[in-house]
């Protein structure tokens, strides 16, 4: 069983292929207890989306 916390990055992974402000309107991105810039969520984004890419290249 997922819990919560799990759920959530599932649900993120499943729409990195929308569009960047889709998922701003999905998500609010925080580090050490601070929520991030839109400008340092997207960079967030496209890094998860690299890091994704590179994992699902042979």
Known sequence: M?????????????MLHLD????LRQFHFTFEG???T???????IMYLREELEKKNDP
């Open 34 to 36: 601070k929520r991030l």
């Open 2 to 14: 997922l819990g919560k916390v799990d759920m959530e990055v599932q649900q993120l992974v499943d």
């Open 38 to 44: 839109e400008a340092e969520s997207i960079r967030f």
């Open 20 to 23: 960047v402000e889709e998922i």
